[in-house]
T-cell receptor, first 111, second 112 residues
Framework: GQQVMQIPQYQHVQEGEDFTTYCNSS?????IQWYKQRPGGHPVFLIQ?????EVKKQKRLTFQFGEAKKNSSLHITATQTTDVGTYFC???????????FGKGTHLIIQP | NAGVTQTPKFQVLKTGQSMTLQCAQD?????MYWYRQDPGMGLRLIYY???????DKGEVPNGYNVSRLNKREFSLRLESAAPSQTSVYFC???????????FGQGTRLTVV
């Protein structure tokens, strides 16, 4: 597995504001995956990015993979209360299959 | 299609007791994982199994053992539980390193 650093750890936003979380690796990743965990729930897969500079969108969510494949971001436009939860990234490497996660970003939305 | 099933959902142990957490998946996945989740620490990998018959240590293996019983089942054993092992445990599986992982519902373990 690949170690990734994720920031910020916590993010408070007003409903309707935008939100971004970042993942950074010191080494090149083969892919990066993003997961969401609702309070009291289990992590659920959102998306996987594989190509350098790749950008994918899911409704109000935009995922980017850096040109050097060492960083990634998740941006949510106009947050809603349903976006509350913890967002995790997991960086893949060409080596062992251990799936390791960043510490996650807790998104807290104030109505 | 049940996905990933973990048992039990809740457990209270006394210090020194042993127990096994069970995990089974019905998706024909090759890789299976055990994590613990503590406040502020994210998901930490305990052990994983990349294929039937193999297991490898993750970030925090001390105090745990695992068994990949067959392709479907991957169990986690605490031989002598300690209060520091109080946590929420998640099992996950995926077909290979290029595919999404599916998680079980979690086991909330308290060691007193």
């Amino acid at each position: 597995g690949q170690q990734v650093m994720q920031i910020p750890q916590y993010q408070h936003v007003q409903e309707g504001e935008d939100f971004t979380t970042y993942c950074n690796s010191s080494t090149t990743l083969s892919n990066i995956q993003w997961y969401k965990q609702r309070p009291g729930g289990h992590p659920v897969f959102l998306i996987q990015l594989v190509k350098s500079g790749e950008v994918k969108k899911q409704k109000r969510l935009t995922f980017q993979f850096g040109e050097a494949k060492k960083n990634s971001s998740l941006h949510i436009t106009a947050t809603q209360t349903t976006d509350v939860g913890t967002y995790f990234c997991a960086g893949g490497s060409g080596g062992a299959d251990g799936l390791t996660f960043g510490k996650g970003t807790h998104l807290i939305i104030q109505p | 299609n049940a996905g990933v099933t973990q048992t039990p959902k809740f457990q209270v142990l006394k210090t020194g007791q042993s127990m096994t957490l069970q995990c089974a998946q019905d998706m024909n996945h090759n890789s299976m994982y055990w994590y613990r989740q503590d406040p502020g620490m994210g998901l930490r990998l305990i052990y994983y199994s990349a294929s039937e018959g193999t297991t490898d240590k993750g970030e925090v293996p001390n105090g745990y053992n695992v068994s990949r019983l067959n392709k479907r089942e991957f169990s986690l054993r605490l031989e002598s539980a300690a209060p520091s092992q109080t946590s929420v445990y998640f099992c996950a599986s995926r077909f290979n390193r290029n595919t999404e992982a599916f998680f079980g519902q979690g086991t909330r373990l308290t060691v007193v």
